[in-house]
């Protein structure tokens, strides 16, 4: 955020009159700067979309770099049309669905991938005991006991958080214990 714009929009929140910023937020990392200093300072924040038409961004951004010299008008203009691979005709909803849509696919083949199941947390188990067992028979005894004494701790510090989330009975046991020895998956 701009110095002088975060002190001008201090100095209207202290006089208690409304403000609007006129800016693009874009994203979650652009906007939480101005809303964690709206609400810091007691005040309550409302996040405006307008519907532009196409050429609107075009026109501003124009007369923004008019002028300019220096080669960042160019890149400005460069960086808009990678980001709307429609280029000037690009339809925001339209551009936010397909992003919406990406983020679900990619979200959902993570899933996929770190998928664990409880006769994969019963071979996770199984090798903690064993080398728990390996490790006290041809090592230090206290070695074993920490490994299967960490684990544990894993397991119980899971469950409190299934708990503390409000999942309840077998099913919190249930999740717990596949986080803890669900691992076994990618050994």
């Not at 397991?155 to 077998?170: E, I, S, T």
């Amino acid at each position: 955020m701009r110095r002088e714009q975060r002190c001008e929009l201090l100095e209207l929140m202290r006089a208690g009159r409304d403000a609007v910023v006129d800016y693009s937020f874009r994203s979650r990392a652009v906007r939480n700067p101005y809303e964690a200093l709206i609400e810091n300072s007691g005040h309550r924040w409302e996040l405006l979309h307008l519907k532009a038409g196409p050429t609107t961004p075009h026109h501003r951004l124009h007369a923004r770099t008019e002028g300019r010299k220096d080669g960042t008008a160019a890149e400005e203009r460069r960086t808009m049309v990678q980001q709307w691979p429609e280029g000037p005709a690009a339809d925001p909803e339209a551009a936010r669905e397909r992003y919406d849509s990406d983020m679900r696919a990619t979200r959902k083949a993570m899933r996929e991938v770190i998928r664990a199941d409880v006769p994969t947390a019963h071979l996770g188990l199984g090798i903690v005991v064993v080398a728990s067992v390996v490790l006290s028979c041809f090592g230090a005894p206290v070695v074993g006991v920490c490994v299967g004494g960490a684990f544990a701790a894993l397991f119980l510090a899971a469950a409190a958080v299934m708990f503390l989330r409000g999942v309840r009975g077998r099913d919190a046991w249930r999740r717990a214990y596949v986080f803890t020895f669900g691992w076994a998956n990618w050994v």
